[in-house]
């Protein structure tokens, strides 16, 4: 009997030590795979309604030699679409060495997580600024959509030269050195070659590495885009209405040319109404719409018409309902400049 005590207190023992095991291994296998636990010296989060979108730098000071990791994480709620940013040359004082997709997965609550890792080098000493960034999130079978934006964020870059530049001291050139008689010319053409390897090897990383990834985009995007950089230029607090206004007309016919294949830009109204008689695949709502948009834009820029902030707001939100009602999931893509 008391042997058979022993069995059980060795059994009990045996299956104690195989569950820790087991804990242990499924701490290191969570460690290993959550990439977005790493360590961020900037980190925030913005927050509407069912979305979280998080915004990481792994450092907010580096030298010019040194590289950035930028996360963006977006968590949302059941039954809610949200789509990752793509912001093209919205980085463009950042080189973009490389980015990964991570794959989507459940949160504590049971959000759906998407992540994406960018590699960022800079160019030059100072301040970059990583812009605000906007992502558009809609419930699973509605078609109104709504945003979520995080802010400016600053990452400083330093020289790797001192401080005080009148202390670097460029010196003479030595002067000539005798060789002695019996110079080993074998090692030399030996070490020679070497360095000429290296120096093309590293020629060749080097021009890989300086290689700038910039995600395609879609005529919408690009134009929403622009819409954003208008709006940070702040013209209408300013009082600039005419040239918000100018700005906002060469951003729809803009986006015209890439969606619709319309020369819009290099035309006048005119002759760009009588094309979009036939080449202009919408409805004659938003034909409407377009023509009494530029005509009004016409009157700002040549007649010297003063627009109100009302006639500015009225005009931007116009040329946004237009991209918004015109885009299309499926459609022909070019790189972002």
Same mark, same amino acid.
């Given at each position: *009997?008391?042997?058979?005590?022993?069995?059980?207190?060795?059994?009990?023992?045996?299956?104690? &030590?195989?569950?820790?095991?087991?804990?242990? &291994?499924? &701490?290191?296998?969570?460690?290993? $795979?959550?990439?977005?636990?790493?360590?961020?010296?900037?980190?925030?989060? %913005?927050?509407?309604?069912?979305?979280?979108?998080? !915004?990481?730098?792994?450092?907010?000071?580096?030298?010019?030699?040194?590289?950035? $990791?930028?996360?963006?994480?977006?968590?949302?709620?059941?039954?809610?679409?949200?789509?990752?940013?793509?912001?093209?040359?919205?980085?463009?004082?950042?080189?973009?060495?490389?980015?990964?997709?991570?794959?989507?997965?459940?949160?504590?609550?049971?959000?759906?997580? $998407?992540?994406?890792?960018?590699?960022?080098?800079?160019?030059?000493?100072?301040?970059?600024?990583?812009?605000?960034?906007?992502?558009?999130?809609?419930?699973?079978?509605?078609?109104?959509?709504?945003?979520?934006?995080?802010?400016?964020?600053?990452?400083?870059?330093?020289?790797?030269?001192?401080?005080?530049?009148?202390?670097?001291?460029?010196?003479?050139?030595?002067?000539?050195?005798?060789?002695?008689?019996?110079?080993?010319?074998?090692?030399?053409?030996?070490? !020679? !070659?070497?360095?000429?390897?290296? @120096?093309?090897?590293?020629?060749?990383? @080097?021009?890989?590495?300086? *290689?700038?990834?910039?995600?395609?985009?879609?005529?919408?995007?690009?134009? @929403?885009?622009?819409?954003?950089?208008?709006?940070?230029?702040?013209?209408?607090?300013?009082?600039?209405?005419?040239?918000?206004?100018?700005? !906002?007309?060469?951003?729809?016919?803009?986006?015209?040319?890439?969606? %619709?294949?319309?020369?819009?830009?290099?035309?006048?109204?005119?002759?760009?109404?009588?094309?979009?008689?036939?080449?202009?695949?919408?409805?004659?709502?938003?034909?409407? *719409?377009?023509?009494?948009?530029?005509?009004?834009?016409? *009157?700002?820029?040549?007649?010297?018409?003063?627009?109100?902030?009302?006639?500015?707001?009225?005009? %931007?939100?116009?040329?946004?309902? %237009?991209?918004?009602?015109?885009?299309?999931?499926?459609?022909?893509?070019?790189?972002?400049?």
């Amino acid at each position: *009997m008391i042997e058979t005590k022993w069995k059980n207190i060795r059994a009990a023992g045996y299956m104690v &030590c195989a569950l820790a095991i087991l804990a242990i &291994c499924s &701490c290191n296998s969570k460690q290993s $795979t959550d990439v977005t636990d790493a360590k961020y010296e900037i980190d925030r989060n %913005f927050k509407r309604g069912p979305v979280d979108f998080r !915004v990481a730098v792994s450092k907010k000071e580096i030298t010019i030699a040194e590289n950035i $990791t930028l996360l963006l994480q977006i968590k949302a709620r059941d039954k809610y679409v949200a789509k990752l940013p793509s912001f093209g040359d919205k980085l463009e004082q950042f080189g973009i060495v490389d980015y990964k997709t991570l794959e989507p997965k459940l949160g504590d609550r049971d959000e759906v997580i $998407t992540s994406r890792e960018y590699k960022l080098e800079p160019f030059l000493s100072g301040e970059y600024k990583i812009p605000p960034m906007v992502v558009e999130f809609h419930s699973e079978g509605d078609t109104l959509k709504h945003f979520v934006e995080s802010d400016t964020i600053t990452v400083k870059v330093n020289s790797l030269l001192p401080g005080d530049k009148s202390a670097l001291e460029i010196k003479d050139i030595a002067g000539p050195q005798n060789l002695p008689r019996k110079f080993p010319w074998v090692l030399v053409i030996i070490g !020679v !070659v070497l360095v000429a390897g290296i @120096l093309v090897l590293v020629f060749f990383r @080097l021009r890989k590495k300086k *290689m700038r990834v910039i995600p395609e985009l879609a005529a919408h995007e690009i134009a @929403l885009l622009k819409l954003q950089s208008l709006l940070d230029k702040k013209l209408a607090e300013q009082e600039k209405y005419k040239e918000f206004t100018i700005e !906002v007309s060469d951003i729809l016919r803009g986006y015209i040319e890439d969606r %619709f294949g319309l020369r819009a830009p290099e035309r006048t109204t005119e002759e760009f109404l009588m094309e979009a008689g036939s080449g202009l695949e919408v409805d004659d709502e938003k034909k409407e *719409m377009i023509e009494q948009f530029l005509i009004h834009c016409d *009157m700002v820029k040549f007649a010297h018409l003063q627009p109100t902030d009302k006639d500015v707001q009225r005009t %931007f939100d116009s040329c946004r309902d %237009f991209i918004n009602a015109t885009k299309i999931k499926k459609e022909v893509k070019r790189k972002a400049a």
